[in-house]
C-alpha cells in the first residue's frame, strides 16, 4: 500500500527540531509590555497617529480593499498619490506600488531580464531576491564584491544583464558599495538594481536611501526597490526607478498584473508616514543613534544601519539568549539558518527612533544578564 502523501512531514519536522532550527508563530498581544527590538518600525510610525488616521480616513473613503487588480479597479488616486510622491522623496522619475516588497522584487526582475539574460546577485541577498533571480529563467552568477562582479559581466555572452544587491543587508547591517558596483555596472552595460528596504528612512539625506546617500538617485541604469513595511510602518511595496521601467512592469510585471492591489488603508498609512518622513529629516539620524546605543550594549560594532547583529554560533544558543531577553522584557530577533550560515545564529537587534534613553539602559541591564553566560558557554 502507498503511504500517506503527507507522512514526510513528521521526519521532516523531527529533524528540524533536533537541530534546533524548528520555528513557531507567537501572537502578539495589542499594547504588549516591552521593548521592542525585533521588528522594522525603524522611525516608530506605525503606531504615529498621524500614520494611523492615514488609514483610517483611507479605509472611509475607499473601503476596506482596492477591490481588484492595480490594471482593473485597484488603483486609486490615492495610489497615484503615493507612487508620485514617492518616486519623488527618491529622486526618480516614476514609481509603482506592489502589494509587498516581495512582490515588487519578484515583479522587478522577472520582468527586466529572463531567458537569454544575465543576473549578477550578491552573494548575500535576501531570500526574496534569491527567488526573483530563481524565477527569473535568466543564468545567474552569485558574486563577492565588485571585482567579481566585474568578472562575471566582462565574460557574458548574453546581451542584457543586471545587477542586483541589497543596500543594507538586512541581517548584519552591512551597507553594499554601491558607487563601485554602478561604476561597474556602466562600464559593462549592466543595469543596477538595489533593494532598498533597509535602506529607506534610515540611510542617505533625509532617508531618502542609500542611493541618494552615493549620489545615485535618479540615475538612469538604475533601479531600486523599496517596501513600504518597515520605516514607513505600513504595508506593501514599490518600485522606483526611470519612467520607461515603471512603464514595462505594467505590461510584464506578473506580481503586478495578477495581483489585487495594495488595499487603500495601507497607501493612505504609508502615505501619510512618507509626509511625516519628508517633514521631520532628523528621524533616520535618531534611528542611528539608537543603533549605536544598541551596538555600545552588545559589545559589537556600531553598524551604519538600523541593524544591530550580535553572533551567537549554535542555533540552541540563539534561540535560548532570544528567549531569555523576551522573558526580561525585550524582544529581540534571533536569526538562525538557513536565515544566516550554519555556525553563525545570532540576536538581530533593529535600533527604532522612539527608544528612549531609560530604555537603552534596560537594554544594557538585560543584555548584559543575557549575553555573558550565551558567550560563555
Avoid at 5 to 33: I, Q, T
Avoid at 140 to 163: K, M, N, S, W, Y
Avoid at 330 to 354: E, I, K, N, Q
Amino acid at each position: 500500500m502507498p503511504t500517506h502523501p503527507l507522512a514526510w512531514l513528521a521526519a521532516h519536522a523531527d529533524a528540524r527540531r533536533a537541530a534546533g532550527l524548528r520555528r513557531e508563530l507567537v501572537p502578539r498581544a495589542a499594547g504588549a509590555p516591552g521593548i521592542d527590538l525585533a521588528g522594522n518600525d525603524y522611525l516608530g510610525l506605525s503606531t504615529d497617529p498621524r500614520v494611523v488616521e492615514g488609514g483610517i480616513d483611507a479605509l472611509r473613503t475607499w473601503g476596506a480593499g482596492s477591490t481588484g487588480s492595480r490594471l482593473v479597479t485597484g488603483t486609486t488616486a490615492l495610489h497615484a498619490d503615493l507612487e508620485d510622491e514617492l518616486a519623488a522623496f527618491c529622486g526618480a522619475e516614476a514609481a509603482l506600488v506592489f502589494s509587498s516588497g516581495y512582490a515588487a522584487n519578484l515583479g522587478a526582475l522577472t520582468a527586466l531580464s529572463g531567458p537569454g539574460a544575465l543576473i549578477v546577485s550578491d552573494v548575500a541577498n535576501h531570500a526574496s531576491l534569491v527567488d526573483a533571480c530563481r524565477l527569473s529563467r535568466a543564468r545567474i552568477v552569485v558574486a563577492d564584491g565588485p571585482d567579481a562582479v566585474d568578472a562575471a559581466l566582462a565574460a557574458r555572452t548574453e546581451e542584457r544583464a543586471l545587477v542586483v544587491t541589497d543596500s543594507v543587508n538586512s541581517v548584519d547591517g552591512g551597507l553594499a558599495p554601491l558607487r563601485a558596483l554602478h561604476a561597474v555596472s556602466r562600464a559593462r552595460g549592466a543595469l543596477l538594481v538595489v533593494d532598498e528596504a533597509h535602506g529607506l528612512g534610515v540611510c542617505g539625506p533625509g532617508g531618502r536611501g542609500l542611493l541618494a546617500g552615493e549620489g545615485l538617485a535618479g540615475a538612469d541604469d538604475v533601479v531600486a526597490t523599496v517596501t513600504l513595511s518597515k520605516a514607513l510602518g505600513s504595508q506593501g511595496g514599490a518600485v522606483v526607478g526611470p519612467a520607461p521601467v515603471v512603464a514595462h512592469l505594467v505590461d510584464s510585471a506578473r506580481s503586478f498584473i495578477f495581483d489585487t492591489g495594495l488595499a487603500p488603508a495601507c497607501v493612505g498609512s504609508a502615505l501619510a508616514a512618507l509626509r511625516v518622513l519628508r517633514a521631520s529629516p532628523e528621524l533616520p539620524g535618531e534611528v542611528l543613534r539608537v543603533a549605536a546605543g544598541l551596538a555600545a550594549a552588545a559589545g559589537v560594532p556600531v553598524p551604519a544601519s538600523s541593524v544591530v547583529s550580535v553572533v551567537l554560533g549554535e542555533p540552541e544558543r540563539a534561540f535560548a539568549a532570544a528567549r531569555r531577553c523576551a522573558e526580561l522584557g525585550v524582544r529581540v530577533g534571533c536569526f538562525r539558518p538557513p536565515s544566516v550560515p550554519v555556525g553563525t545564529s545570532r540576536l538581530r537587534l533593529t535600533a527604532r527612533a522612539t527608544v528612549t534613553d531609560a530604555e537603552l539602559e534596560r537594554v544594557r541591564e538585560v543584555l548584559a544578564q543575557v549575553l555573558a553566560p550565551a558567550v560563555a558557554r
